[in-house]
C-alpha cells in the first residue's frame, strides 16, 4: 500500500534551520527584511540630523521635573547588550522566531521614525547625553549630538520586543524586569519625557502582533512539533 502523503500543518516555533531554508517564502521574507534593515540604517544618519536641527516643543513632565538627574549610560547600554545576548542565544537556533523578531525590529523603528516626524519636540529639561560608542557612530553620525531621538523610547520598546520574541519562560520574565529597569534608567538620565518610555511597550506589543502574522505565513511543516519549554506559548 502506498505511504499517504504528508498533511501541511501550521508553522511551528520548533522548525531548524535546514527545513525553514527550503521553504521559498520563507527565504523571501527572510532576504525581504534583511535588505530593508540594511536600507533603514543607511538613511538613519541623515534622518536624525535632520531631526535634530528642527525645532521642536519642551513638553511638561512633573515626574522628570523631581528627578535629580545621573548619568547611568553605563547601567543602561549594559542592560541593553546583555539583553541582545541573551536573546539571541534563543533566537538564533529558531528561524521563525527569529524572523518575527527581525520584522517587528523593521516595524518598530518605521514607527519610531514615522512619529519622530509628525511629533518635533526639544529634549527634557537636565538632560545628559547617553553614551554608546557602537549607535553613535553607526546612526547618529552627525556634526551634533542626537537629543531630539524621543518619542518613544526605542531603547525601552526593544527590550520589550526581545521579551516577546523569545516566548514564554524565566528569559520572559528577566527581559521584562530589565525593560523596567531600562526605562527608569532613561528617566534617570533625562534622556527621554515619561511618555516616552510609557509608549514605547504599547508600540512594541503592536509591531510584534503585526510581524508575527507576517512572518508565520512564510513556514509550514509536514508535522507538528511539540514546543519547547523557552517557546511554548509563544
Same mark, same amino acid.
Given at each position: 500500500?502506498?505511504?499517504?502523503?504528508?498533511?501541511?500543518?501550521?508553522?511551528?516555533?520548533?522548525?531548524?534551520?535546514?527545513?525553514?531554508?527550503?521553504?521559498?517564502?520563507?527565504?523571501?521574507?527572510? %532576504?525581504?527584511?534583511?535588505?530593508?534593515?540594511?536600507?533603514?540604517?543607511?538613511?538613519?544618519?541623515?534622518?536624525?540630523?535632520?531631526?535634530?536641527?528642527?525645532?521642536?516643543?519642551?513638553?511638561?513632565?512633573?515626574?522628570?521635573?523631581?528627578?535629580?538627574?545621573?548619568?547611568?549610560?553605563?547601567?543602561?547600554?549594559?542592560?541593553? *547588550?546583555?539583553?541582545?545576548?541573551?536573546?539571541?542565544?534563543?533566537?538564533?537556533?529558531?528561524?521563525?522566531?527569529?524572523?518575527?523578531?527581525?520584522?517587528?525590529?523593521?516595524?518598530?523603528?518605521?514607527?519610531?521614525?514615522?512619529?519622530?516626524?509628525?511629533?518635533?519636540?526639544?529634549?527634557?529639561?537636565?538632560?545628559?547625553?547617553?553614551?554608546?560608542?557602537?549607535?553613535?557612530?553607526?546612526? *547618529?553620525?552627525?556634526?551634533?549630538?542626537?537629543?531630539?531621538? %524621543?518619542?518613544?523610547?526605542?531603547?525601552?520598546?526593544?527590550?520589550?520586543?526581545?521579551?516577546?520574541?523569545?516566548?514564554?519562560?524565566?528569559?520572559?520574565?528577566?527581559?521584562?524586569?530589565?525593560?523596567?529597569?531600562?526605562?527608569?534608567?532613561?528617566?534617570?538620565?533625562? =534622556?527621554?519625557?515619561? *511618555?516616552?518610555? %510609557?509608549?514605547?511597550?504599547?508600540?512594541?506589543?503592536?509591531?510584534?502582533?503585526?510581524?508575527?502574522?507576517?512572518?508565520?505565513? =512564510?513556514?509550514?511543516?509536514?508535522?507538528?512539533?511539540?514546543?519547547?519549554?523557552?517557546?511554548?506559548?509563544?
Amino acid at each position: 500500500m502506498p505511504a499517504s502523503p504528508a498533511v501541511s500543518a501550521p508553522a511551528s516555533p520548533t522548525l531548524r534551520w535546514p527545513e525553514a531554508w527550503r521553504a521559498p517564502s520563507f527565504r523571501a521574507r527572510l %532576504l525581504l527584511v534583511l535588505a530593508l534593515l540594511l536600507g533603514l540604517l543607511a538613511a538613519l544618519p541623515r534622518f536624525f540630523a535632520y531631526i535634530q536641527a528642527r525645532p521642536g516643543v519642551v513638553l511638561p513632565d512633573p515626574l522628570l521635573a523631581a528627578l535629580p538627574a545621573h548619568d547611568v549610560s553605563g547601567l543602561i547600554f549594559g542592560t541593553i *547588550y546583555l539583553s541582545v545576548a541573551a536573546s539571541l542565544w534563543v533566537l538564533l537556533p529558531r528561524p521563525q522566531l527569529l524572523l518575527r523578531a527581525l520584522w517587528a525590529y523593521l516595524l518598530l523603528h518605521v514607527c519610531r521614525c514615522l512619529l519622530l516626524w509628525l511629533l518635533p519636540l526639544e529634549p527634557p529639561v537636565g538632560l545628559l547625553l547617553l553614551q554608546d560608542p557602537l549607535v553613535d557612530q553607526l546612526v *547618529y553620525a552627525a556634526p551634533a549630538p542626537i537629543t531630539k531621538d %524621543l518619542f518613544f523610547s526605542g531603547h525601552t520598546a526593544t527590550v520589550v520586543l526581545l521579551a516577546l520574541a523569545v516566548g514564554r519562560g524565566r528569559l520572559r520574565t528577566a527581559l521584562l524586569a530589565a525593560a523596567a529597569a531600562v526605562g527608569t534608567l532613561v528617566l534617570v538620565q533625562h =534622556a527621554h519625557y515619561t *511618555y516616552d518610555v %510609557l509608549a514605547a511597550p504599547l508600540f512594541a506589543w503592536g509591531c510584534y502582533r503585526v510581524a508575527r502574522c507576517i512572518a508565520d505565513g =512564510a513556514l509550514t511543516a509536514p508535522h507538528p512539533i511539540a514546543p519547547s519549554p523557552v517557546e511554548r506559548g509563544n
